[in-house]
């Protein structure tokens, strides 16, 4: 595609690295002045950015290229044995589209799942973390008896669904695997939608929380501005 003005790209200060320690990292951020588009952040998105809140940005560090952006071909998905076990255990859930912005209600259970996976219980900006006023987000409710157990945030583009992030009671969010299942049922709803690929998220290869993603085959990574086949992790 062709930009209307020119695209600045700035670099943030320098800051430990959230998933190798003892690594220093930064980011390149697009100018927040620029007027982003659906359509601009699917260009960008393929290029290795991702977004957060209104910021959209990449890493960009100095002595590390172990980012690596990620894409699932959706119309190419094989489940594995396990994940066609998750997705029959949980056809009993509710599931429902959310297109009209973030709830209260959401707050207590992703105040929940923090302190659970990340020790952490500081959800002030959440809303504000998990939308922006220029893209299509939407927010698939997962309900077990009536009841709200997870939430999956979602990005539409024109080339596919940008999986933003998961959040879920810890315990039977656990149980379910409904982390596994969010990215299933992302898959099969970009098929519905007729979109090529579900985008979710950065995955390094030396980080055992990151190593999930490449279980979900075919799944391609971007390397050196080329988008190659990933090998299936362990």
Request: aromatic content about 14%; proline content about 5%; some cysteine.
């Amino acid at each position: 595609m062709k930009l209307t003005q020119p695209l600045k790209i700035y670099p943030t200060a320098l800051h430990a690295c959230s998933y190798l320690r003892g690594v220093i990292a930064r980011n390149a951020v697009i100018d927040p002045k620029f007027p982003m588009s659906p359509s601009v952040y699917d260009y960008l998105i393929k290029s290795g950015f991702r977004r957060s809140g209104q910021q959209v940005y990449k890493p960009y560090c100095q002595s590390c290229t172990k980012c690596t952006t990620t894409r699932i071909n959706a119309l190419d998905f094989k489940p594995s044995r396990s994940q066609r076990r998750n997705w029959k255990a949980n056809q009993d859930l509710v599931i429902v589209i959310n297109k009209d912005g973030f709830k209260d209600e959401y707050l207590s259970l992703y105040a929940l799942y923090l302190e659970a996976r990340h020790e952490n219980d500081d959800y002030e900006g959440v809303d504000e973390f998990l939308t922006s006023d220029w893209c299509d987000t939407e927010f698939i409710e997962f309900y077990a008896e009536n009841q709200l157990i997870g939430v999956a945030t979602i990005d539409l583009l024109a080339s596919g669904l940008s999986a933003v992030y998961t959040f879920f009671d810890p315990t039977a969010g656990h149980k379910r695997g409904l982390g596994v299942f969010a990215i299933l049922w992302e898959i099969e709803h970009a098929k519905t939608l007729a979109l090529d690929y579900v985008y979710p998220g950065y995955w390094i290869e030396d980080c055992a929380k990151m190593s999930y993603k490449t279980r979900y085959q075919p799944i391609e990574g971007l390397i050196k501005g080329q988008w190659r086949l990933l090998p299936k992790s362990s």
